[in-house]
Nanobody, 125 residues
Framework: QVQLLESGGGLVQAGGSLRLSCAAS????????MGWFRQAPGKEREFVEA????????YYVDSVKGRFTISRDNAKNTVYLQMNSLKSEDTAVYYC??????????????????WGQGTQVTVSS
């Protein structure tokens, strides 16, 4: 069992930055690939970024390319999402998730076994 707790969300103006953190507890964090997803009101949950268990490869959705960066610190059992140049369309609840899967399956929400409760990100224009 893995417990995930997100933090770092909030209200920010367009063009601003936020860094989300996701702290993991339970089974060995370094065995899991991690992903960030988001869900805006009335929309389906969307893949944002993912990182392999070792941190040697990342995946991202095109809409965040060059603006968001995922990273992890296995010594601290934490994964991060640095979000720069935020836009109003980035407004959503952001979730972190953990999976034992690898490769392109990391882009799919159904591949993930454990989820955090989410943190709200609101970008004002």
């Amino acid at each position: 069992q893995v417990q995930l707790l997100e933090s770092g969300g909030g209200l920010v103006q367009a063009g601003g930055s936020l860094r989300l953190s996701c702290a993991a507890s339970g089974r060995s964090f370094s065995n899991y690939a991690m992903g960030w997803f988001r869900q805006a009101p009335g929309k389906e949950r969307e893949f944002v970024e993912a990182i392999t268990s070792s941190g040697d490869r990342t995946y991202y959705v095109d809409s965040v390319k060059g603006r968001f960066t995922i990273s992890r610190d296995n010594a601290k059992n934490t994964v991060y999402l640095q979000m720069n140049s935020l836009k109003s369309e980035d407004t959503a609840v952001y979730y972190c998730a953990a999976t034992g899967q690898a490769g392109p399956k990391l882009l799919q929400a159904r591949s993930y076994d454990y989820w955090g409760q989410g943190t709200q990100v609101t970008v004002s224009s």
